[in-house]
T-cell receptor, first 112, second 113 residues
């Protein structure tokens, strides 16, 4: 089982819709989770971080964490064409202290 | 300005040669990481270091080597033992302790010719 697994893409949504990105992880001891956005040929940039069960909102973005189900998600409301990118789910910690493990990424396309 | 600098941006290597990728940070971060990214793929961890003079293998360490002699520097050597070295290499750093995110350099694109 992969340490971090994201829902297979690509995901295509119309402008203004909600995009839902999902991620599961295998190490129950993992402590922190991050969502990064990466444009083609560029470095990843942080969108959200979440450490506690529940929801965390920042502008159009909401991250959700359920440690019992080992599930993390990212919702993007009012999706814009500029949101088109690859979204990377990341977990930190667990059995390997300080290890940052990325999922394979989900490509999101927001069409006008 | 504080940040992470990777050099060079583009690198070409002949088969059978070792090559070293540079990563320097002036953020005073303790932890540093090296990732490899292939087209259409996520980031795979090569090596990481939580403190000077100590580092751990990641998920794909074979054919790579690192050193951490200074806090601000974490060079990656791609050896001739790495059979498919052509990839985009990303270096990251973060503060250890707590739930802090990683910051990335601009990456080095390595091509074997």
């Amino acid at each position: 089982q992969k340490e971090v697994e994201q829902n297979s893409g690509p995901l295509s949504v119309p402008e203004g819709a909600i995009a839902s990105l999902n991620c599961t992880y295998s190490d129950r001891g993992s402590q922190s989770f991050f969502w990064y956005r990466q444009y083609s040929g560029k470095s990843p940039e942080l969108i959200m971080s979440i450490y506690s069960n529940g929801d965390k909102e920042d502008g159009r973005f909401t991250a959700q964490l359920n440690k019992a189900s080992q599930y993390v998600s990212l919702l993007i409301r009012d999706s814009q064409p500029s949101d088109s990118a690859t979204y990377l789910c990341v977990k930190m910690g667990g059995t390997s202290y300080g290890k940052l493990t990325f999922g394979q990424g989900t490509i999101l396309t927001v069409h006008p | 300005d504080g940040g992470i600098t990777q050099s060079p941006k583009y690198l070409f290597r002949k088969e059978g040669q070792n090559v070293t990728l540079s990563c320097e940070q002036n953020l005073n971060h303790d932890a540093m990481y090296w990732y490899r990214q292939d087209p259409g793929q996520g980031l795979r961890l090569i090596y990481y270091s939580q403190i000077v003079n100590d580092f751990q293998k990641g998920d794909i360490a074979e054919g790579y080597s690192v050193s951490r002699e200074k806090k601000e520097s974490f060079p990656l050597t791609v050896t001739s033992a790495q059979k498919n070295p052509t990839a985009f290499y990303l270096c990251a750093s973060r503060i250890t302790g707590g739930n802090t995110e990683a910051f990335f350099g601009q990456g080095t694109r390595l091509t074997v010719v």
